[in-house]
């Protein structure tokens, strides 16, 4: 055996002293990549909060569509009540202007009637005036014989009135032109009062039309109003589905988002993930720092899973999959099994196998205070929402080991565990692995 000087001892722990810094040196990387994985969760974070933010405003867009919907079924009874009165006046508009359509044969056929009965007069009056002209002839040749004063008031009269006047002083000249000529102003005078009798019917029909056409008028009045309320009623409806368009348009970019957001939190997950296992290798040297005082219970195993609730009165509030969301009411999935027990808050949480602490970690919006295991064989525990933890980033823990306290942090409506257990990144149901017993 070489027998050291001290020079050589100093020289020795100098170079272990150097060795050691190397070491931490080494053991200082993930400790850098664990920083790293706090920006992603920030990251995560962030998302997290545009998600909620995203989700309630569309829960707003639709609150607000559906008041848009209400008004459109308003605006179309309306217009439905509006289209019936439309309809009441076009058809009554129509019997008027059928009225008013007769009212104008009736008159027409009464003109014709009057130009016939004109006609006539004016026939008689041919008749009369070759009476009177015949007369004249026999004045002429009584003229021949020497009578010249009834000759001059003859050929003076220039109408049939002035000549009938006339006549009347010369009825003792001629009795025959004189019976002719009188039968022939009876038969004028029967004309005329015909004519007038008509003409009275005529008077009577135009006024008829007039109060006719004023109702027609009356109601087209009416008919204008109504279509300039249909108008504006159809113009509020256009309003209103352009409003609603909008609506479906931000909805759809918003859940669009919403889509996007997601995506990128399951890759930060996955990238926080990855960094967290790059870390645990250089970590795991660490893994047997247990001490004596790790509080161990013995607690139900199954198949080499354990309960991680051990208090006997723990029982399933949530399970894993499709659910209504407690607090929103909202179907999402839920990512792994809630269980809580009587006088939850801080009972003790168990490893639900042996593994080594991946994460330890605090999310408002998510899990809250949590932990992950990683049990070495592609299997990884998580346990959300606790009131504390009692193991340590990078420290191994056996099956059955209190790692945490029950609590009701980050988004949770009670005091409960959110259990997750993942193989190879994936959630899976629990129930495929652990029971109560
Ligand atoms: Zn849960």
Redesign the pocket.
């Known amino acids: 055996m070489m027998k050291l000087n001290n020079t050589l001892k100093n020289i020795l722990a100098i170079a272990m002293c150097l060795s050691l810094v190397a070491v931490s040196t080494f053991f200082y990387t993930p400790k850098a990549s664990a920083e790293s994985v706090d920006q992603l969760k920030e990251k995560y974070s962030s998302l997290e909060q545009k998600v909620s933010d995203s989700e309630k405003r569309i829960s707003e867009l639709e609150k607000e569509k559906a008041g848009q919907e209400k008004i459109i079924d308003a605006l179309n009874q309306q217009l439905s009540q509006l289209s019936e009165q439309l309809e009441n006046i076009q058809s009554q508009k129509q019997g008027v202007s059928a009225q008013i359509d007769e009212a104008e044969a009736k008159i027409a056929d009464l003109n014709s009637q009057i130009d016939q009965l004109n006609a006539d007069i004016e026939e008689k009056n041919q008749e009369i005036d070759a009476t009177v002209q015949l007369f004249c002839q026999r004045m002429r040749a009584n003229y021949m014989a020497g009578d010249t004063t009834i000759l001059e008031m003859f050929t003076n009269s220039s109408n049939v009135a002035n000549f009938l006047n006339r006549v009347e002083l010369f009825k003792r000249v001629t009795q025959s032109d004189q019976k002719l000529v009188d039968d022939l102003n009876d038969e004028i005078a029967s004309i005329e009062a015909m004519q007038k009798q008509l003409e009275e019917s005529k008077t009577e029909l135009q006024g008829q039309k007039v109060v006719l056409e004023g109702k027609k008028s009356d109601l087209q009045v009416v008919e204008n109003e109504l279509n300039s309320t249909q108008e504006s009623i159809e113009a509020k409806s256009a309003e209103v589905e352009e409003k609603l368009k909008s609506i479906n348009y931000e909805t759809q970019e918003l859940n669009v988002s919403v889509e996007e957001y997601n995506e990128t939190m399951e890759s930060l997950e996955r990238q926080i993930q990855n960094a967290i296992n790059n870390a645990k290798k250089a970590s795991q040297n660490n893994s047997g720092s247990n001490s004596s005082s790790d509080k161990i219970i013995n607690g139900n195993v199954s198949g080499g899973w354990m309960w991680p609730v051990p208090d006997s009165t723990s029982y399933v509030s ?1 399970s894993y999959g499709y659910r209504s969301d407690p607090a929103t009411g909202v179907t999402k999935y ?5 269980i809580t027990c009587s006088a939850a808050y801080g009972k003790p949480l168990v490893a639900t196998r042996a593994g080594t602490v991946i994460l330890t970690d605090y999310m408002s919006g998510g899990y809250g205070n949590y932990i992950m295991i990683d049990h070495g064989d592609g299997f990884v525990s998580l346990y ?2 606790c009131s504390s933890l009692a193991a340590s980033y990078g420290q191994y823990v056996k099956q059955g080991q209190v790692i945490a306290y029950i609590g009701a942090s980050g988004y ?1 409506t009670g005091p ?1 565990v ?1 259990f997750e257990i993942r193989y190879n990144g994936e959630k899976v149901n629990p129930y495929n692995y652990i029971s109560k017993g």
Do not use: Q, V
């Open positions: 949530s839920h990512s792994g099994l809630d959300g929402h949770a409960h959110h």
